[in-house]
């Protein structure tokens, strides 16, 4: 191994972060100074905490990886080929949880408005398919 990497993590606590978490997880990365920022707090809350901490950092590339380490240790199942071919890996990763443990999963399920925020996207996005192209189109010619 090159001498000169150096590998460090924190692992923050398991809940909605508040202003002394975050300014706690940025003295920490600030402290490390890291050129590479592996981000996996989960789909919408790490893409929110990259984009509002972006601006903090002197250095380094955030890279958000979501769950894909618990995979790797095969805390998640990879779904069965339907659901990934139809895109709904969300889905079954969804009834699984709700399987492994219902009741703190479906509380979740509830908080996050993760159903009502998937109908509305499914809903939506033929519409928007259909407006993107005609912009394509648009734009060609």
Aim: hydrophobic share 45%.
């Amino acid at each position: 191994l090159n001498s000169s990497i150096k590998i460090s993590g924190y692992s923050p606590p398991f809940k909605e972060f508040d202003d002394e978490d975050n300014e706690l997880i940025m003295k920490k990365i600030k402290k490390a100074a890291p050129d590479i920022i592996w981000v996996c707090f989960g789909g919408w809350k790490q893409e929110k905490w990259m984009n509002h901490n972006i601006c903090n950092l002197d250095k380094g590339v955030m890279i958000g990886v979501g769950a894909a380490f618990r995979w790797l240790i095969g805390d998640i199942i990879t779904p069965p080929q339907i659901f990934q071919n139809m895109g709904f890996l969300w889905l079954f990763r969804m009834i699984n949880d709700i399987v492994k443990k219902p009741i703190t999963s479906l509380k979740e399920v509830h908080r996050r408005r993760q159903l009502s925020s998937k109908l509305i996207f499914m809903l939506h996005f033929p519409h928007e398919v259909i407006m993107a192209r005609k912009r394509l189109k648009l734009n060609m010619n």
